[in-house]
């Protein structure tokens, strides 16, 4: 039998030999790489045998607690960071940038007393006055289906002496997801038509009033309301939103979904039900808004900055232990890693814990507007915001280079940790969201780390469920490493990063040509205007 030899056959098979050759010796290349650079090895070890994010963790979640703009917890949760940093011989100092309404919360007791005797799991917003130690005690109503604003304004007559209940009244407490495992298919479909129906009439409803879901509960306290009862249901079991009160007399309580719903059906079914609220706070007038900054001085570029970013302010619902204790236990672990095996980085490593970022990004745009000689010689800037989460995205924020030096930076990271992230070149600058986007404003090289969700946006995002238990704590070390090392290989990059912006394109929408965000100032005078 004659066998018939292609020559372009094994020419490609040589060509396939080589191109095999040449992937693996460069994977070789970028493994040894990342095996002998001392300081990335070193950064590795220190951050796995040595770890200080879980008693971080429990110093600034457990005993501190949420860190609300304008509360002692906040001063607190500032000046614990800088006697940390300077435990750890990094200077730090905490930076004034405006001014306020300080607050402090207190005991917040809920309790049905008619038609039967039950304590109500809820709690007061933020800011709101002192109901005092003895509490108010009123019938519960809620807001009638009306013809007109004409005929709101006859029932509002009604209202004074009485709690008056403005949420929406839930079909179901269960999440889609648990519907989706258990239900029927029909029951479901049921379900979500039952609830938009009642989400579409209550919309209505609200319309036919003359007020927004912002003015209504300063309408009822105008008209005597003896306080007001919410529940912002985050589409999780027991978990709530909970954010400020628009009350300056009475008490807003958030009672979650289970009591909030029973007391509605007990309205509307004329039970009458009766409630008992002591919603103790204190005004403390006027306190401080701060930054809290630390840095590592540089050696040879001292002027260019690698910046570390998180925001420390939180909502108080729970401990703001996922929005953004675990960056904020991001950016310190980095920091404590880099002074212990990177203490002379050719350029000055600064890392910022915001405050008030929950507000409008109030702190970073301050420092954005208080220090443009930092921002103007960024060499790169990295946030992490997003939850407990391992990071799973990185974008180049609209710089046309920035795959070059990103990517060559991601290199050194170990593969269980790059395996896991997904890079977007060169991205789209964000106009907001987090503290990057104030830099990003400034036309600063800012990157947010993105992190995997964990049921961050319904579960633990601004809730009473943003707890210390829901820390992933093996997530957040494989992030302080991968931030350790970016910010290592950003000080020790030959060349500054370049700043060229792509051209952004035609918004869909509008049809115009998109433009890149310009810096905005801070409420440097929160809640006292």
Request: aromatic share 10%; with cysteine.
């Amino acid at each position: 039998m004659t066998i018939k030899i292609n020559p372009n056959q094994i020419h490609m098979k040589k060509a396939f030999k080589l191109f095999l050759i040449v992937v693996l010796l460069l994977f070789n290349y970028s493994f040894q790489a990342q095996e002998q650079d001392p300081v990335v090895k070193n950064i590795i070890e220190e951050a796995t045998n040595n770890s200080q994010l879980e008693i971080l963790a429990h110093e600034l979640l457990d005993v501190i607690g949420p860190r609300l703009v304008g509360t002692p917890q906040m001063q607190q949760a500032n000046d614990w960071a800088v006697a940390k940093y300077t435990k750890w011989g990094i200077p730090a100092k905490n930076e004034k940038w405006g001014e306020w309404k300080a607050w402090e919360r207190g005991i917040t007791h809920i309790d049905m007393l008619e038609p039967r005797v039950q304590t109500l799991d809820g709690m007061q917003l933020a800011w709101n006055p002192s109901t005092g130690p003895k509490g108010v005690t009123a019938e519960v109503v809620t807001i009638p289906t009306v013809k007109d604003s004409i005929a709101f304004q006859n029932w509002m007559k009604s209202v004074k002496g009485k709690f008056v209940m403005t949420s929406i009244y839930q079909a179901t407490g269960r999440p889609d997801y648990n519907w989706e495992e258990f239900a029927t298919e029909e029951s479901f479909e049921k379900m979500k038509r039952e609830r938009d129906t009642l989400e579409k009439e209550w919309r209505a409803n609200m319309e036919r009033t003359g007020y927004g879901r912002r003015e209504i509960n300063q309408a009822l306290e105008e008209a005597g309301a003896a306080g007001i009862i919410t529940s912002y249901w985050s589409k999780a079991f027991g978990s709530n939103k909970i954010f400020s009160s628009r009350t300056k007399k009475i008490p807003t309580v958030d009672i979650e979904l289970e009591d909030y719903t029973m007391l509605y059906r007990l309205v509307e079914y004329g039970n009458k039900p009766v409630v008992k609220i002591v919603a103790e706070s204190k005004d403390l007038g006027v306190s401080p808004s701060l930054n809290t900054i630390a840095e590592i001085k540089g050696t040879e570029k001292p002027d260019e900055y690698v910046v570390l970013s998180a925001h420390f302010d939180s909502w108080d619902g729970g401990t703001g232990a996922t929005d953004n204790g675990t960056g904020t236990l991001v950016m310190m672990e980095a920091m404590r890693i880099l002074k212990k095996v990177y203490p002379n980085p050719k350029r000055t490593i600064l890392v910022g814990h915001w405050g008030s970022e929950e507000q409008g990004l109030n702190g970073s745009r301050a420092f954005v507007e208080d220090h443009p000689e930092i921002v103007n010689n960024t060499q790169a800037m990295f946030n992490q915001d997003n939850g407990t989460g391992r990071v799973v995205n990185i974008s180049g924020a609209g710089f046309l280079h920035s795959y070059e030096y990103l990517s060559r930076w991601l290199e050194a990271v170990p593969k269980d940790i790059t395996k896991h992230i997904e890079t977007h070149f060169p991205g789209s600058p964000s106009g907001g969201g987090s503290d990057n986007a104030s830099f990003l404003a400034a036309g600063a090289p800012a990157f947010n780390l993105s992190s995997l969700s964990w049921s961050y946006w319904n579960y633990t995002w601004h809730t009473n469920r943003d707890t210390y238990d829901k820390i992933v704590f093996d997530d957040v070390r494989s992030n302080a490493i991968l931030t350790a090392i970016l910010v290592y290989m950003a000080c020790e990059d030959p060349n500054r990063t370049s700043t060229e912006k792509i051209v952004l394109p035609i918004d869909s929408r509008t049809g115009e040509q998109r433009t890149w965000p310009e810096p905005r100032s801070p409420e440097r005078r929160g809640g006292l205007d």
